[in-house]
Nanobody
């Protein structure tokens, strides 16, 4: 069982920055690739970014490429999402998720564990 707790959401103006963090337990955190997803009201949950177990490989949705950066610290059992150049379209609940598989996937159903989500609101 993996427990994930997100933090760092909030209200920011267009063009601003936020850093989301996700704390994971137990210590087998390094066995999981980690992803960030987001869900806007009335829309499906969408892939944002993923990082491999050792942090070497990262993947991004086209909509956030160049603005968002995913990183992880396996010693601290945390994964982060640095979000710069925020736009109103980035407004959503952001979720971190854990995937025991080693192959890249952006499919929601491929991630076994999920956090409760943190709200990000970008004002225009």
């Amino acid at each position: 069982q993996v427990q994930l707790v997100e933090s760092g959401g909030g209200l920011v103006q267009t063009g601003g920055s936020l850093r989301l963090s996700c704390a994971a337990s137990p210590r087998t955190f390094s066995n999981y690739a980690m992803g960030w997803f987001r869900q806007a009201p009335g829309k499906e949950r969408d892939f944002v970014a993923r990082i491999s177990r050792n942090g070497v490989r990262t993947y991004y949705a086209d909509s956030v490429k160049g603005r968002f950066t995913i990183s992880r610290d396996n010693a601290k059992n945390t994964v982060s999402l640095q979000m710069n150049g925020l736009k109103p379209d980035d407004t959503a609940v952001y979720y971190c998720a854990a995937d025991a598989g080693g192959v890249f996937t952006s499919e929601v159903n491929s991630y076994e564990y999920w956090g409760q989500g943190t709200q990000v609101t970008v004002a225009s």
